[in-house]
């Protein structure tokens, strides 16, 4: 699986947009950009994940760059709810590719 | 629909003791994975299981075993407990279809504390 950067903190404030930007250049064509986020003391929880087009669910919005070297996840109306360690992934999803390597994560703070 | 259910959540032990863990996938989930999450290491792979099978693994030692069941629920177990291994072990279930873009949904997870 391709290795992810991520910057270790951001703020937010509630009601703005969280914009969540994720370095992956060595992604290769047939893997896909995941995004969990796991709010302290539970278990990591899905996002969204796509390979090249923009995706957006009742949660977020994601954007990967024409090159997919980069994606950003985009909370739009962020609350105090959505403080929480967001992770981006990169892995294959066919094979029997079946682990999720986690890297350290963003840590969003919203603030009131 | 009831979501990935873990027992106990919270668990003490001494150091040289065994611990098992329990994880109860979702519905029609056939795959189960376990991570151990530290604060010096984050969220680690352990094992995976898709009908009763081991079907990738972790670089763990062989302190940490698991099984799958008949019904998809699957148990860990880590034998000879240190205390490093105090964590929070997560469990994920999916469908685990080879091919498909699988989701995973995680359990609460068991807090672990080895003293």
């Known amino acids: 699986d391709a290795k992810t950067t991520q910057p270790p903190s951001m703020d937010c404030a509630e009601g703005r947009a969280a914009n969540l930007p994720c370095n992956h250049s060595?992604?290769?064509?047939?893997?896909?950009v995941y995004w969990y986020r796991q709010i302290h003391s539970q278990g990591p929880q899905y996002i969204i994940h796509?390979?090249?087009n923009n995706e957006t669910n009742e949660m977020a919005s994601l954007i990967i760059t024409e090159d997919r070297k980069s994606s950003t996840l985009i909370l739009p109306h962020a609350t105090l709810r959505d403080t929480a360690v967001y992770y981006c992934?990169?892995?294959?999803?066919?094979?029997?590719?079946?682990?999720?390597?986690f890297g350290t994560g963003t840590r969003l703070q919203v603030t009131l | 629909k009831a979501g990935v259910t873990q027992t106990p959540r919270y668990l003490i032990k001494t150091r040289g003791q065994q611990v098992t863990l329990s994880c109860s996938p979702i519905?029609?989930?056939?795959?189960v994975s376990w991570y151990q999450q530290t604060p010096g290491q984050g969220l680690q792979f352990l094992f995976e299981?898709?009908?009763?099978?081991?079907?990738n693994k972790g670089n763990f030692p062989g302190r940490f075993s698991g099984r799958q069941f008949s019904n998809s629920r699957s148990e860990m177990n880590v034998s000879t407990l240190e205390l490093g291994d105090s964590a929070l072990y997560l469990c994920?279930?999916?469908?685990?279809?080879?091919?498909?873009?699988?989701?995973?949904?995680f359990g609460s997870g068991t807090r672990l504390t080895v003293v």
């Open positions: 299981y898709f009908s009763e099978t081991q079907r």
């Open positions: 994920a279930s999916s469908l685990g279809v080879v091919g498909t873009v699988n989701g995973y949904t």
């Open positions: 519905s029609g989930h056939r795959s």
């Open positions: 060595t992604i290769s064509g047939n893997e896909y």
């Open positions: 992934i990169v892995r294959v999803h066919t094979g029997t590719a079946s682990k999720l390597t």
């Open positions: 796509g390979l090249k």
